[in-house]
């Protein structure tokens, strides 16, 4: 009998690829449909840190990643070994981690968050009484800390796609247009770009804001994130004029490595059952990476229900 493969593609990854995939979503969307997917094996075109979620979630299945090389500077940027001495620095806090982290980081975490849902768990725990330390993605804390007025001890690593953008740049896109424009950015950007920002948000976020503009077409719409998600949004609203964020004067750039290693070679081979298996895992590593992440499935049911 033939083997059911399910292939998963991020926004981020090219529209070819996008085209391959059974599902196209974000990191939380993927993650849910790879849990709930009947499959024996799934091919997440994606980084690794995705398609190791993937695996935590779907222990049954096999889940491929179509190339190796496939990570990610937030997940290269910590060191677990530091990152276990810091937690027990702060024992008598709460660690919420982002979801873009390595299994072992996700064993050593509390909690994980989605940039969809950040504000509200960091909110919850609060509210709650508790103190927060917040990992891995340097930029994504320092805006909640700034937005809310916490006062949480960051891990310092960045996604290196959305660090480039920078305030200068986006000024100088700013002076040429006339008349009325707006920004909307990933909170994996630096503080100075996100206090400027008509919208923060997830990458879907980003996309439904883009879907539900009710400005004039004829203004820009700057989004700072990974250049994958434009072909979505120009999809979905072709009467906008959406524009990358630019990383310096005139460049409309900034892509990330690692998910554009998703090739279509890659991904044919991967469906065909090649490519880096998640088989490395034990089951002691993926229990104690899914209690944060099932912490924050169910928050999420109960809070968005
Ligand atoms: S865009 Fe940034 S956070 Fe996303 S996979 Fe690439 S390096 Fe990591």
Not at 108 to 115: A, E, G, M
Not at 214 to 230: H, R
Not at 243 to 266: D, F, H, L, V, W
Request: net charge negative; with cysteine; charged share 20%.
């Amino acid at each position: 009998m033939s083997k059911r493969v399910v292939t998963l593609a991020h926004y981020y990854t090219t529209p070819e690829i996008q085209g391959m995939a059974d599902k196209v979503g974000d990191s939380l969307e993927l993650s849910l449909f790879a849990r709930d997917a009947q499959a024996d094996i799934i091919v997440f075109a994606g980084v690794r840190f995705m398609a190791e979620t993937a695996k935590i979630l779907n222990p049954q299945a096999e889940v491929i990643l179509p190339d190796a090389g496939s990570t990610c500077s937030l997940v290269t940027q910590t060191d677990v070994n530091a990152l276990r001495a810091w937690r027990e620095r702060h024992t008598d806090y709460v660690h919420v981690s982002y979801i873009n982290s390595s299994a072992e980081h996700k064993a050593l975490s509390d909690w994980i968050v989605t940039s969809r849902n950040v504000d509200d768990i960091i909110a919850h725990l609060y509210a709650e009484g508790k103190k927060v330390i917040f990992s891995p993605d340097r930029n994504m804390g320092a805006y909640l800390n700034y937005q809310y007025g916490y006062d949480m001890p960051l891990w310092s690593a960045v996604c290196e796609v959305h660090d480039k953008f920078n305030e200068a740049a986006l000024q100088a896109a700013f002076a040429e247009v006339e008349g009325p424009y707006s920004l909307i950015a990933h909170p994996e950007s630096p503080l100075p770009v996100l206090k400027q920002a008509h919208y923060v948000g997830s990458t879907s976020g980003m996309l439904n804001w883009v879907k539900a503009y009710q400005g004039a077409v004829t203004a820009p719409i700057f989004v700072a994130t990974e250049d994958g998600i434009l072909f979505n949004m120009s999809q979905a609203r072709p009467d906008l004029d959406l524009r990358q964020a630019p990383i310096y004067a005139g460049c409309q750039c900034n892509s990330c490595p690692y998910m554009k290693m998703n090739t279509i070679e890659a991904v044919r081979r991967a469906q065909a059952g090649e490519g880096t298996r998640i088989d490395y895992l034990s089951p002691e590593q993926m229990d104690a990476a899914r209690l944060p992440i099932e912490r924050m499935l169910e928050f999420s049911q109960r809070y968005y229900a």
